[in-house]
């Protein structure tokens, strides 16, 4: 190829293919990540994939599936454009204000990320396994089976016992939304 390649760009029938193949699952991915705010997460969506375009070699990668890929970058977009919303004040309405989450303490979001970490790391090899390929990669039941050579059924169960082994593990950490876990996690906290 005889152009640069800081101009080297993504074929259009390549990156329609990507958007039909993943463009879904990761826009459900960035409304999460978003807290349901569909205009932002389908801006997310469009900058994930222009950056797709403008890094050809991303399709070169070792991988099998470009979702980790664009998930990864969907994420980082996502907290770089809540961090500059952050960074600067917003004219905001009172309505706007109401629905906003409160940001925490970033002293304690580290402390609590370091906390999950070391969590995470408690658990058996194959409960790590399966957590990573759902909630880190952002695969399906179906596709982390494939990828682990495990039935789906195995891979439902290892994710929920992964997941109520973190919860007896992390007891002071719980959302908001599910104060029945915070309760039932209180008592293992006391008799720690």
Not at 79 to 103: M, N, Q
């Amino acid at each position: 190829m005889t152009t640069a390649t800081a101009t080297a760009t993504t074929d259009e029938r390549a990156l329609a293919e990507l958007q039909r193949e993943h463009g879904a699952a990761l826009l459900h991915f960035l409304l999460g990540l978003t807290y349901g705010d569909r205009q932002r997460a389908e801006d997310l969506l469009q900058e994930t994939l222009v950056r797709a375009w403008q890094h050809p070699e991303a399709f070169e990668g070792p991988y099998e599936s470009m979702r980790p890929w664009l998930f990864t970058v969907g994420r980082r977009l996502a907290i770089d454009a809540r961090r500059s919303r952050l960074a600067r004040p917003a004219e905001v309405s009172d309505g706007v204000l109401e629905a906003t989450p409160e940001p925490g303490d970033p002293t304690e979001r580290s402390v609590a990320a370091l906390d999950v970490r070391q969590a995470v790391k408690s658990l058996s090899p194959e409960h790590r396994a399966v957590l990573a390929q759902i909630y880190f990669k952002g695969l399906s039941v179906v596709e982390a089976a494939q990828v682990l050579g495990i039935p789906a059924g195995t891979v439902k169960s290892r994710s929920y016992y992964a997941l109520r082994a973190l919860g007896r593990s992390l007891p002071g950490y719980h959302r908001s939304s599910s104060s029945k876990s915070a309760r039932s996690a209180a008592p293992s906290a006391t008799s720690a």
